[in-house]
C-alpha cells in the first residue's frame, strides 16, 4: 500500500505492580505480577514525515513517582532515526504525567490536543485531588505556554492531522482523551492509548482504577474496535508489555522497539 504509515511502540520506562492495581472490579489473579510499561510512539509516513503520539516523562518525574526509566524519550527516538527538534506534530492523547511531559523536547512541533482535554486540565475538577492525582502542573502550564505561543491546534471530537492520521475524542479515562487511528498496510491501526491500558481491561470488561467517566471509557471500547474494522490486533492498549511478545521488534532494538504495522507474531 503506497500510502501507508508505519508505526512504532518505543517502550522509555517500567513499572512493578500486581494485577489488582490494574483493575476497577476484583479480579482472581489479583496477586499476580502485572507489571506496566511506558511507552511513546513514532508514526513514519509514505513520504519520511514524521508524527510522535505522547511525549512521556523524565527522571525527575520518575523519581517522585516510583518509576523506572529505562532510556530518556530523546535516546528513544534518536535512536530510530528521528531527531525530537525537527518533529513538526505531536499528538498528545491526554495530559497525564506519563503522557504529557517532556513537551520541551519538541521546540519546533503543534501539539495536537482535543478542546476537552485542556479545559479539564484547567478546570474546577482539578480542586479535587483524586482527580488531579495524573497530572503534573508544570506539564499543563508547558502546555498553556504552547497555546499562548500558538503552537497547539485544538480538535473537537474527530480531526485529522495528516492524510491517514486521524483523532478520535472519547473521554473516560481522563475527560478530554483521544485515540489515534493509522492507516498501515495491514489495516487501520488505533493506538487506544489509556482508553485501554491493557489488553486485559477490553478483554475482561474491566476497566484501569483511574477513570473520569466509566460510561465513556465502555464506549470507547467499543469505538476503538470499531475503527480497527472489528480486528482487535490493530487496537493498541496504552502501557502493556504483552505489545512486547505480540509484535515484531525492529532488527537491533533488544525489543524496545516493537513494529505495530506489520502483523503480529503472536495474537
Same mark, same amino acid.
Not at 237 to 256: I, K, N, W
Given at each position: 500500500?503506497?500510502?501507508?504509515?508505519?508505526?512504532?511502540?518505543?517502550?522509555?520506562?517500567?513499572?512493578?505492580?500486581?494485577?489488582?492495581?490494574?483493575?476497577?472490579?476484583?479480579?482472581?489473579?489479583?496477586?499476580?505480577?502485572?507489571?506496566?510499561?511506558?511507552?511513546?510512539?513514532?508514526?513514519?509516513?509514505?513520504?519520511?514525515?514524521?508524527?510522535?503520539?505522547?511525549?512521556?516523562?523524565?527522571?525527575?518525574?520518575?523519581?517522585?513517582?516510583?518509576?523506572?526509566?529505562?532510556?530518556?524519550?530523546?535516546?528513544?527516538?534518536?535512536?530510530?532515526?528521528?531527531?525530537?527538534?525537527?518533529?513538526?506534530?505531536?499528538?498528545?492523547?491526554?495530559?497525564?504525567?506519563?503522557?504529557?511531559?517532556?513537551?520541551?523536547?519538541?521546540?519546533?512541533?503543534?501539539?495536537?490536543?482535543?478542546?476537552?482535554?485542556?479545559?479539564?486540565?484547567?478546570?474546577?475538577?482539578?480542586?479535587?485531588?483524586?482527580?488531579?492525582?495524573?497530572?503534573?502542573?508544570?506539564?499543563?502550564?508547558?502546555?498553556?505556554?504552547?497555546?499562548?505561543?500558538?503552537? @497547539?491546534?485544538?480538535?473537537?471530537?474527530?480531526?485529522?492531522? *495528516?492524510? #491517514?492520521?486521524?483523532?478520535?475524542? /472519547?473521554? =473516560? $479515562?481522563?475527560?478530554?482523551?483521544?485515540?489515534?487511528?493509522?492507516?498501515?498496510?495491514?489495516?487501520?491501526?488505533?493506538?487506544?492509548?489509556?482508553?485501554?491500558?491493557?489488553?486485559?481491561?477490553?478483554?475482561?470488561?474491566?476497566?484501569?482504577?483511574?477513570?473520569?467517566?466509566?460510561?465513556?471509557? @465502555?464506549?470507547?471500547?467499543?469505538?476503538?474496535?470499531?475503527? *480497527?474494522? #472489528?480486528?482487535?490486533?490493530?487496537? /493498541?492498549? =496504552? $502501557?502493556?508489555?504483552?505489545?512486547?511478545?505480540?509484535?515484531?521488534?525492529?532488527?537491533?532494538?533488544?525489543?524496545?522497539?516493537?513494529?505495530?504495522?506489520?502483523?503480529?507474531?503472536?495474537?
Amino acid at each position: 500500500m503506497a500510502d501507508a504509515w508505519q508505526v512504532f511502540a518505543l517502550r522509555y520506562a517500567h513499572h512493578e505492580r500486581q494485577a489488582q492495581a490494574n483493575f476497577l472490579m476484583p479480579v482472581a489473579d489479583a496477586h499476580d505480577a502485572m507489571p506496566m510499561d511506558y511507552f511513546v510512539w513514532l508514526l513514519r509516513g509514505p513520504d519520511g514525515r514524521e508524527i510522535v503520539v505522547d511525549t512521556g516523562f523524565d527522571a525527575a518525574t520518575a523519581e517522585r513517582r516510583g518509576r523506572t526509566i529505562l532510556r530518556p524519550v530523546d535516546d528513544c527516538l534518536r535512536a530510530v532515526g528521528t531527531d525530537p527538534a525537527t518533529v513538526r506534530d505531536v499528538i498528545i492523547t491526554h495530559l497525564h504525567y506519563d503522557h504529557a511531559g517532556n513537551l520541551d523536547l519538541f521546540p519546533n512541533a503543534t501539539f495536537h490536543l482535543q478542546d476537552r482535554e485542556m479545559a479539564f486540565a484547567t478546570g474546577r475538577h482539578m480542586c479535587g485531588t483524586c482527580i488531579r492525582a495524573p497530572f503534573e502542573v508544570e506539564d499543563v502550564i508547558r502546555m498553556v505556554r504552547a497555546v499562548y505561543a500558538d503552537r @497547539v491546534c485544538f480538535h473537537d471530537g474527530q480531526g485529522e492531522v *495528516a492524510p #491517514g492520521v486521524t483523532l478520535h475524542g /472519547i473521554g =473516560g $479515562h481522563s475527560d478530554g482523551l483521544q485515540m489515534v487511528r493509522i492507516r498501515t498496510a495491514r489495516g487501520p491501526l488505533v493506538i487506544a492509548g489509556d482508553a485501554s491500558h491493557y489488553f486485559g481491561n477490553m478483554e475482561r470488561q474491566n476497566p484501569f482504577p483511574i477513570v473520569f467517566d466509566l460510561g465513556a471509557m @465502555v464506549q470507547g471500547w467499543r469505538r476503538a474496535r470499531a475503527l *480497527a474494522g #472489528g480486528d482487535d490486533t490493530l487496537v /493498541i492498549p =496504552g $502501557h502493556d508489555p504483552l505489545v512486547r511478545d505480540r509484535f515484531p521488534e525492529l532488527p537491533g532494538s533488544a525489543r524496545e522497539v516493537l513494529q505495530l504495522h506489520l502483523a503480529p507474531v503472536l495474537a
